[in-house]
Each structure stands twice: as structure tokens, then as C-alpha cells.
């Protein structure tokens, strides 16, 4: 049997496609180094695109709940207005809410590290006596607890720090300037987001037409779809995550100051940033407030943690599953699920895209099944339909 081109076209793909999979897999280290430096070329891109989709929430929100009739106005120049108007109030909120919590956080850092640095030496005599008395009320030997020269200790320290403080100032500077990279990296992104925000509409409608020209009609209807379903879950997701998360803050310092727990404000806002991951971010939270509290009062420390376990149990059982599963049309089971399947498969960023991934695998699996239901249906009265009814459906088709 002869090849026609069409046959020889699907070979020379079969054969290019083959040697592309057996150059990578040969090269693998090659191709990740390659990959790397790609992402260092284009991390500016990511976080200017990661940065648009959050603030896209608050936009759409200005642009839809508060300046709407802008949009419907009789006037030309108040309908151009409505976007710039919103994108500025977008990004002074944001701007405004990072600029609250460094003027909270910072005041209260420096001095809950004076207050750590005053009280620490204390605080280690403290704990060993501490110790010895409870072991002797168990009848347990406490010959072998050594003493704690706290003198002794700080000059250690200081001797490390005097030791090895050419590596560490070696470190500080490379870091510094990681940091100073990260910092450019970011104001670069926030000057790219302002612009993918303002013209979203025209590189959406741009992208749609890429996807329309390159792929066939099907395959791009079912790319739209599922991109629109996944915008989204996603959009729903940040603004119901960003809801749990100033829930759970207020909760928090409200019982903090109601059970007059020390550092309440700077607790709470640890709190409200580190739920920010589900379900399990505020653990990482009470960890550092427990340690906060500890060194000015170890029983408040221990009740400081009941308290938090009592409410973390509050927010992952009933707030969370209501708040972002009603955001995101899951139920709660699933959110909670998907919170531990996505953290053991990817960390904190697992946990991050579990919910939303799982939202559009539960709505497309919805609309797969009721397709199906309208499908059998169909299929059941065509079979219990008479040949004159087929012939009367016939015709009114």
C-alpha cells in the first residue's frame, strides 16, 4: 500500500515528536539548568501576572459594586474614567493594607525583641529551676541537669558571632543583594500588572484569537471553557481565602484581648498572613505567637495554644468549609480534602491550589455527568418512542 502525503506528514511528526522526547530525556540536567535560567528571565512576568490576578479581585469589585453606574453613563469621558479611577483605588488599598500592617508590625517586632533580649537570660534560669522542681515531684534524679552560666552563654555567642562574622557579613551582602534583585523583580511586576489589568479585556480577546487560530474549533471551544471555569474558581477562591483570613485575625485578637494574652496585635496579624495558606498556615502562626508569649509568661503560652486550637478547629471545621467552599461551589468535605491531598503533593503550594483545582475538576465532572444524564435520557425515549412519534419529532426539527 503507497503513502500519501497525509501518511508521510504523520510519520515525519511521529519521527520529529520521537526525537524531541529522546533529546530531553538524555539531557535532562541540560534541560532543567535551561529551564531555570528561563524562569530567572521571566519571574518579572510571573509575578506581575500573579500580582494582576489578585488585585484583579478587587478591581472587578470596585468596577462592579461600587462605580457600576460609570460604566452605564451617558457621557463618554465618565465610562473612560471608570477603569483608571478603580485601578488607582485598587492599588491604594493594596498598598494601604501592606502599609498598616509594616506600621503594626514593626513597632511591636522591635520591641518584643528588646523585651526578648531583657528577659531571656531570666527567663533560661527560670526554666531550669523550673524543671528540677518538677522532676523532684515525681521523685526523678536531677544530678544530671547541668548548671546554666548565663554569663558564660552570652559570651559564647558572642564569641561565635566575633568567630565567624566574616562568613556571616559575607552572607548578609549576598543576600542583601538576592533581596535588592526580589525587590526589582517585584517593582517591575507591579509596573507590568497595572498594565495587564488596565488592558485585560484586549489581551484576553488578543489570546482568544491566538487559541481560535492555531488549534481546531473544538479543541479551542473546550480551552475557553475550562479557562474561563478555572478564572473563575480561582478568582473565587482569593477573595473567599482573603475573607477566612481577616475572619480568623479579628477572632484572634478579640479573644486575645478578652483572655489578656501579651502582643495581641502582632499575633493576630501573624495569624490573619499565615492562614493565608488553608486550613493548616494558622499552626505556623500560633507556633511563633506561642513563642512570643512564652518568654513572658510559659502558663499564658500553654493556654494561648488551647485557645488557638480551639478556634483553628472553629475555622477549619465550620468558618472555612462555609466561607471559601461557598465561594468556590464546593462542598465543605471537599475543601478540607483537598487541603491535605494538595498539601502532600506540593507543600504550601499544593495546599494553595488545592481548592481552586479541585472546584474546576468538580465542575467540569458535573457538567460531564449531566451531559451524559441528557444523553441517556434522550437515548431511553428514543427507544420507547413509536415509529409516528419519531416521525412527528423528525418533522418539527
Known amino acids: 500500500m503507497g503513502l500519501d502525503s497525509k ?12 526525537a524531541i522526547i529522546f533529546a530531553l530525556v538524555f539531557n535532562f540536567m541540560g534541560v532543567l539548568g535551561f529551564l531555570g ?9 510571573i509575578i506581575a501576572l500573579c500580582i494582576a490576578f489578585v488585585l ?30 478603580c485601578l488607582i483605588l485598587t492599588y491604594a488599598l493594596a498598598i494601604g493594607l501592606l502599609a498598616l500592617i509594616v506600621l503594626v508590625i ?16 531570666a527567663f533560661i534560669v527560670e526554666s531550669r529551676e523550673w524543671l528540677i522542681k518538677t522532676l523532684e515531684g515525681f521523685n526523678i534524679p536531677t544530678e544530671d541537669i547541668p548548671e546554666i552560666d548565663v554569663n558564660s552563654l552570652m559570651d559564647t555567642v558572642k564569641n561565635l558571632f566575633s568567630k565567624y562574622s566574616t562568613t556571616i557579613v559575607d ?85 486575645m484581648l478578652i483572655f489578656r494574652f501579651p502582643n495581641a496585635a502582632i499575633i493576630s496579624i501573624i495569624i490573619c498572613v499565615t492562614s493565608l495558606v488553608p486550613v493548616v498556615g494558622a499552626l505556623a502562626g500560633a507556633v511563633v505567637g506561642a513563642f512570643l508569649i512564652l518568654i513572658s509568661d510559659p502558663i499564658k503560652a500553654i493556654l494561648f495554644l488551647v485557645f488557638l486550637i480551639i478556634l483553628q478547629q472553629l475555622e477549619g471545621n465550620l468558618i472555612y468549609p462555609k ?5 468556590v461551589g464546593l462542598p465543605g468535605v471537599i475543601v478540607i480534602s483537598a487541603v491535605l491531598v494538595g498539601g502532600n503533593i506540593g507543600g504550601v503550594m499544593g495546599a494553595l491550589i488545592g481548592v481552586p483545582l479541585a472546584a474546576v475538576i468538580y465542575t467540569l465532572l458535573k457538567e460531564a455527568m449531566e451531559d451524559i444524564r441528557i444523553k441517556k435520557q434522550k437515548e431511553k425515549e428514543a427507544a420507547a418512542a413509536t415509529p409516528e412519534q419519531l416521525e412527528i419529532k423528525e418533522a418539527t426539527e
Open 7 to 18: 501518511n508521510i506528514q504523520k510519520i515525519l511528526l511521529i519521527v520529529f515528536c520521537s
Open 37 to 45: 535560567k528561563l524562569m530567572g528571565y521571566v519571574t518579572p512576568i
Open 56 to 85: 484583579n479581585v478587587f478591581l472587578t469589585g470596585f468596577e462592579t459594586k461600587i462605580f457600576p453606574f460609570m460604566k452605564k453613563s451617558k457621557h463618554k469621558i465618565v465610562r473612560v474614567l471608570q477603569r483608571p479611577l
Open 106 to 121: 514593626i513597632p511591636d517586632i522591635s520591641d518584643t525583641i528588646a523585651y526578648i533580649i531583657d528577659k531571656l537570660p
Open 171 to 255: 552572607d548578609a551582602i549576598s543576600i542583601t543583594g538576592s533581596v535588592v534583585g526580589v525587590v526589582s523583580d517585584i517593582l517591575f511586576g507591579i509596573i507590568v500588572s497595572a498594565y495587564i489589568l488596565a488592558k485585560k479585556e484586549k489581551i484576553g480577546a488578543f489570546m482568544k484569537r491566538v487559541i481560535n487560530s492555531f488549534l481546531p474549533e473544538k479543541a479551542a471551544n473546550i480551552i475557553h471553557h475550562v479557562s474561563q471555569q478555572t478564572f473563575f474558581s480561582f478568582t473565587r477562591f482569593i477573595g473567599g481565602q482573603l475573607t477566612e483570613s481577616i475572619i480568623l485575625g479579628v477572632l484572634c485578637y478579640i479573644g
Open 323 to 327: 466561607v471559601v467552599g461557598k465561594a
